[in-house]
């Protein structure tokens, strides 16, 4: 495996070294030492599948409060994503900074998300599957979300004659009113 840095410290890129042969290629995908040199979790205790049948189909951008926060790994099984992350680790040097890049069935390419990142990401081919493990058990109590198109968040989603987007996700806050309703304790 070769992991690879993003702009968001502790979020990383994560690409096969296949071996291949007449048969194929095998490659490994998760190893709990070497994530453990780069300082990344590598226990999963939930494996989810999201189905999106339409290209444009948005999801995001979701996180979980603590002390629910969770690590994720997402890579896609079929067609294809653009996948954006946010950091929202108080004290980080890239607060409320994003990073995204093109994860595909073609490319194998992981992206591994540490806790405090808000993910999100646009289907950019019909019938695309994304597949995602998760450090910790989904808490609906714990679900957050910020606004996909959040200007100062600047993501710069493909455009989309017609996206899908759930009334969830449509009715997140930005982050300036999300940040300015725990200073006020709301
Ligand atoms: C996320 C999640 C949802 N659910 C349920 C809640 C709801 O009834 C149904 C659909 O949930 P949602 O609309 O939140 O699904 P979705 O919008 O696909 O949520 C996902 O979005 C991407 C961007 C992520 O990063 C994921 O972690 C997850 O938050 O599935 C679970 O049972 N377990 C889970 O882990």
Redesign the pocket.
């Known amino acids: 495996m070769k992991l690879t840095p993003t702009s968001l410290a502790g979020a990383f890129l994560i690409d096969i070294e296949p071996v291949e042969d007449e048969r194929g290629l095998f490659a490994r995908t998760v190893c709990e030492e070497e994530f453990a040199r780069h300082g990344l979790a590598g226990r999963f205790v939930?494996q989810?599948v999201?189905w999106n049948p339409h290209p444009g189909t948005l999801?995001?951008?979701?996180?979980q409060s603590a002390p629910d926060q969770?690590v994720?790994l997402?890579r896609v099984t079929r067609g294809a994503i653009f996948d954006a992350i946010v950091d929202l680790r108080p004290g980080s040097a890239s607060y409320g900074k994003a990073f995204h890049t093109e994860l595909s069935a073609g490319n194998r390419r992981q992206l591994y998300?540490p806790a405090g990142m808000a993910?999100?990401?646009q289907s950019l081919e019909a019938d695309t599957e994304?597949l995602?493990q998760?450090s910790t058990?989904?808490r609906?109590a714990s679900?957050r979300g910020l606004r996909w198109d959040d200007p100062a968040l600047n993501i710069p989603w493909p455009a989309c004659a017609a996206r899908k987007i759930?009334a969830?996700?449509r009715a997140w806050p930005t982050l300036a009113a999300r940040t300015l309703a725990l200073t006020l304790n709301l």
């Open positions: 939930q989810s999201s999801r995001g951008l979701h996180f969770e994720k997402v998300i993910h999100g990401f994304v995602y998760m058990p989904f609906p679900a759930s969830n996700d």
